[in-house]
């Protein structure tokens, strides 16, 4: 969950991933109408749910920073989900991507995305890496290195988001 990444990455650096999701969506469904071929781009409803009482309230902080960001989804209580759907779910995760860099592969970079998201990390990392090739440098990469700082390590972030964030 995004709540739960900002304490390991802190809310800047989440607030910039969320706001660089929403732009390579959007960018996905504007490709999808320049192109002669129908590729069937539909925005999906996804249903991330709590395995438990106890992750109610996570889930309505989640719900609560999203909404926050502009995205479109509604917060649907236990009766609100049996009265949808046919089923339930035991659990749900999230993962940041990656850009890889390394230093025995000069010139190459490794993009790692993740399962149904693969299709939104590879329009965001691809663009990404593009831009740091093209113009030298990009000031999201440190966002998705295979290094990037944690808390912890947040001074190596202090350029970047005096940079973006001003």
Not at 13 to 27: F, K, T, V, W
Not at 50 to 78: I, R
């Amino acid at each position: 969950m995004f709540t739960k990444l900002i304490n390991s990455f802190g809310k800047d650096y989440i607030d910039r991933h969320l706001q660089l999701l929403s732009g390579a969506i959007n960018e996905i469904e504007s490709a999808s109408t320049t192109v002669e071929i129908d590729y069937e781009f539909s925005r999906r409803d996804t249903l991330y749910s709590a395995s438990c009482e106890e992750d109610v309230a996570s889930l309505l902080a989640e719900y609560n920073l999203l909404k926050q960001h502009g995205f479109e989804l509604s917060f649907l209580t236990k009766k609100d989900i049996e009265s949808k759907y046919p089923f339930s779910r035991p659990a749900a995760t999230y993962g940041l991507p990656i850009i890889g860099i390394y230093d025995e592969y000069p010139n190459c970079y490794f993009l790692f995305g993740f399962g149904d998201n693969g299709t939104v990390y590879s329009q965001l990392l691809s663009k990404i890496i593009v831009e740091d090739i093209v113009e030298g440098s990009s000031p999201d990469i440190v966002l998705y290195l295979q290094d990037r700082p944690l808390l912890a390590k947040k001074f190596k972030m202090q350029p970047y988001l005096s940079q973006v964030f001003g």
